[in-house]
C-alpha cells in the first residue's frame, strides 16, 4: 500500500519517463521440472528470507533475484521483466505449470517504504517485526505458501494459477504499470495488501496537486511595494481547505480528504517572500479527479481575488500543477463468503495500474497484518496472522476457480447448439 506524499509525486513523474522505454523480459527455466515435492512448505522460514533482505523501492535488486532463484527451485518458470535502474530491479511472473497465461493470478509487490528495520522473530510471543514483514512481504510469503499447499493438494492444476510480483508500488506503481505489457488475461486476480485478513471492498481515489504561488520581493518595512507569496499561499490553502468541506460524502468511503504534505515559501523574516508552495495530497470519496481538479481551480483563483486587478491576473499570482493522474474511488469485489464484513481502505494501490483486460475480471485485495503498523517503525505482524492468510489465500484461488467453471457451464448450458 502507499500514501502519496510530495516524494512520491516527483517519483511518479520519473516513472512515467521510465515506464516509455521497451521493457527488458527473459523467461528462466526452472531448476528442474514441476514436482509438489520440490515446493516450500516452510513458510516462517520464507516470509523470513524474503523479508531480511532490504527492498526500500529502487533497491528491489537482491530480493527479486532471491525470489527468483528460490520459486525457480520450488519447480516455477520465472519470467523477468527489467525496469532499467543499476543494479536493474525486475517484475517477476512465475507459473508452476506449461501454462503463462493463468485463469488466477496472485499479485503483490517486492518494494516497501524506508527506512529499512531488520527482521527479528520472539518465537515464545510469536511476534515478528521488520520492515515489510507486512506490506507486503507478508502478502508475497503467504500467497506462495497458500499455492504450494493447493498444488500439493491437488486442488488446482499447476496450469490454473501464476503470480506476479512488482517493484515500485510504493512509488507510484512503475512496476504495476509495466507489467500491462506483459499481456496477462487472469479471470481473477487477487492483490496482497495487509487488510487485517478482512476482504476489502474498495478503496479511495487519489490526486496530487501543487499550488505555486508567486510574489514580488521587497523590504518588509515597505511591504506595498511587493507582494508576499507566502501571503498568497496561505489564502490559496484556506480556500481549498472550505472547499473540500463541501464536497459530497459517500456512504461506503466517508469524506473526500486533503493533505497539506509540504509547504515551502520565502527566504527571511524581514524579506516580502517571492515565491512559496504546497504539495497536496486529495482521497476521493466520491467523484473522479476530472471533477475535483475544476473545484479546485475555482477555489484557488475565488481565495486569490484580493491579489487580483485590472494589471495583475490570477494566474500572474499563482499557478496550480496536478501531479498525477489520479483515480477516482476503486470498486473490489469482495463477494467471497467466510471472511466476515468486507472493509474500505483510504491506502491507495496498485490495483487501478494494471488495466482489466478481461470482461468481468475479478479483483480482489487481501492480506495479513495491520493496515495502520504498516509503514510505521514499528511495523510487525504474527506467527498466527501469516498462517491465517495462508488459509485466506487458499479460499481466495479456490473460490476464483470455482466461479470460473460455474460461469462457463452456466455459459455453456445456456448456448441454443448444446
Ligand atoms: C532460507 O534461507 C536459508 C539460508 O540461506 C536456507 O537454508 C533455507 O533453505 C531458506 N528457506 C526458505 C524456505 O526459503
Ligand atoms: C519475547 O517476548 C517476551 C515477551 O514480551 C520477552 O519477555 C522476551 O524477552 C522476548 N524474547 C526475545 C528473544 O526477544
Ligand atoms: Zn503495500
Not at 128 to 143: C, E, L
Not at 163 to 192: C, H, Q, W, Y
Not at 336 to 350: A, L, W
Request: proline fraction near 6%; charge should be negative; aromatic fraction near 6%.
Amino acid at each position: 500500500m502507499h500514501f502519496p506524499t510530495t516524494l512520491i509525486a516527483g517519483a511518479l513523474f520519473q516513472s512515467s519517463v521510465i515506464a516509455k522505454t521497451q521493457p527488458a523480459q527473459d523467461v528462466l527455466a526452472p531448476a528442474s521440472s514441476y514436482s509438489h515435492l520440490h515446493l516450500t512448505h516452510d513458510l516462517l522460514a520464507f516470509h523470513k528470507n524474503l523479508t531480511q533482505i532490504e527492498s526500500i523501492s529502487g533497491n528491489e535488486h537482491d530480493v527479486g533475484v532471491w525470489l527468483t532463484e528460490s520459486l525457480q527451485s520450488q519447480g516455477y518458470t520465472v519470467e523477468k521483466q527489467s525496469l532499467g535502474g543499476n543494479p536493474p530491479r525486475f517484475n517477476l511472473l512465475a507459473w508452476p505449470g506449461g501454462k503463462r497465461n493463468t485463469r488466477v493470478l496472485l499479485s503483490s509487490h517486492i518494494d516497501t517504504v524506508p527506512p529499512f528495520w531488520p527482521y527479528t522473530h520472539n518465537a515464545s510471543t510469536g511476534v515478528i517485526i521488520g520492515r515489510g514483514s507486512v506490506d507486503a512481504k507478508g502478502s508475497v510469503a503467504t500467497q506462495v505458501l497458500a499455492l504450494n499447499g493447493l498444488l500439493e493438494s491437488r486442488e488446482v492444476s499447476p496450469d490454473d494459477v501464476g503470480l506476479l510480483f512488482v517493484v515500485g508500488e510504493e512509488t507510484g506503481g512503475d512496476g504495476m504499470r509495466a507489467a500491462n505489457d506483459l499481456n496477462l488475461k487472469p479471470k481473477s486476480i487477487i492483490f496482497g495488501e495487509p487488510t487485517e485478513g478482512r476482504l476489502c471492498a474498495g478503496h479511495k481515489g487519489n490526486l496530487g496537486a501543487k499550488i505555486i504561488a508567486k510574489g514580488k520581493a521587497a523590504h518588509s518595512g515597505y511591504p506595498w511595494l511587493g507582494r508576499s507569496a507566502n501571503e498568497v499561499l496561505v489564502a490559496a490553502l484556506g480556500g481549498v481547505m472550505e472547499m473540500v468541506k463541501g464536497l459530497p460524502t459517500s456512504e461506503k468511503y466517508g469524506s473526500t480528504t486533503m493533505n497539506i504534505g509540504r509547504m515551502e515559501g520565502g527566504v527571511a523574516a524581514n524579506v516580502v517572500p517571492e515565491s512559496a508552495s504546497a504539495s497536496l495530497a486529495f482521497r476521493l470519496a466520491e467523484g473522479t479527479p476530472e471533477t475535483l481538479k475544476p473545484l479546485v481551480v475555482e477555489a484557488v483563483e475565488n481565495a486569490v481575488a484580493a491579489f487580483v486587478d485590472k494589471d495583475v491576473k490570477a494566474s500572474d499570482v499563482v499557478e496550480i500543477i496536478f501531479t498525477s493522474a489520479g483515480y477516482g474511488p476503486i470498486a473490489i469485489d469482495s463477494d467471497v463468503p467466510g471472511f466476515g464484513k468486507p472493509i474500505t481502505v483510504n491506502y491507495g494501490t496498485d490495483i487501478p495500474n494494471l488495466k482489466q483486460t478481461v470482461k468481468g475480471q475479478k479483483r480482489y485485495l487481501y492480506g495479513p497484518g495491520s493496515i495502520l503498523v504498516a509503514h510505521s517503525d514499528h511495523e510487525a505482524t504474527t506467527e498466527k496472522e501469516l498462517f491465517d492468510a495462508v488459509d485466506g489465500y487458499k479460499t481466495l484461488i479456490l473460490h476464483a476457480m470455482i466461479k470460473d467453471d460455474a460461469r462457463e457451464q452456466l455459459r455453456d448450458a445456456r448456448r441454443p447448439d448444446l
